[in-house]
């Protein structure tokens, strides 16, 4: 099997364009809106999108024969990406919750008494972050169980 299928190209493009949609249908900080959560369908989407993406992408990986150097390779450079990105969104969503005056129990906030997921803070939930999280996580979990499971050929 090839690593890149033509399966895995377009659910990878999906993903792309959830991401798209929830940065565009989630509400910047500075303005009022009243209108609910639109974001919301986009967001569980992208989950579903997310999840067909890390299943083709697991997949593939298991059809692959990856010698154990490179499986150490992989193992630590998705523990390095995964660790850079969670990183990162921490940031994000820090910035994030300062932009809109605190968490939802603070009165000053934009988004007090609304729940975490709301119409300002779709996007803590599904960006390039948590896609690059998703993506790291499924390369090391895979990577890691490839190195210490024996074949079966194996003495």
């Given at each position: 099997?090839?690593?890149?299928?033509?399966?895995?190209?377009?659910?990878?493009?999906?993903?792309?364009?959830?991401?798209?949609?929830?940065?565009?249908?989630?509400?910047?900080?500075?303005?009022?809106?009243?209108?609910?959560?639109?974001?919301?369908?986009?967001?569980?989407?992208?989950?579903?999108?997310?999840?067909?993406?890390?299943?083709?992408?697991?997949?593939?990986?298991?059809?692959?024969?990856?010698?154990?150097?490179?499986?150490?390779?992989?193992?630590?450079?998705?523990?390095?990406?995964?660790?850079m990105s969670a990183f990162l969104e921490i940031i994000y969503v820090?910035?994030?919750?300062?932009?809109?005056?605190?968490?939802?129990?603070?009165?000053?906030?934009?988004?007090?008494?609304?729940?975490?997921?709301?119409?300002?803070?779709?996007?803590?939930?599904?960006?390039?972050?948590?896609?690059?999280?998703?993506?790291?996580?499924?390369?090391?979990?895979?990577?890691?169980?490839?190195?210490?499971?024996?074949?079966?050929?194996?003495?």
């Amino acid at each position: 099997m090839k690593l890149f299928s033509k399966q895995l190209i377009i659910s990878f493009l999906v993903c792309l364009l959830m991401l798209y949609l929830t940065e565009l249908f989630t509400i910047e900080p500075h303005v009022t809106s009243g209108n609910g959560n639109p974001g919301l369908l986009i967001i569980m989407l992208a989950a579903i999108s997310f999840l067909f993406f890390g299943r083709g992408l697991w997949k593939i990986l298991t059809n692959m024969s990856i010698p154990k150097r490179g499986l150490l390779f992989m193992s630590i450079g998705s523990l390095c990406i995964l660790s850079m990105s969670a990183f990162l969104e921490i940031i994000y969503v820090l910035d994030l919750i300062k932009q809109l005056g605190g968490p939802p129990s603070n009165i000053n906030s934009r988004i007090y008494r609304f729940s975490w997921i709301n119409q300002y803070t779709n996007t803590v939930y599904v960006n390039a972050y948590t896609l690059l999280i998703f993506i790291s996580s499924i390369l090391l979990i895979y990577s890691i169980q490839k190195l210490f499971t024996k074949t079966r050929g194996a003495s």
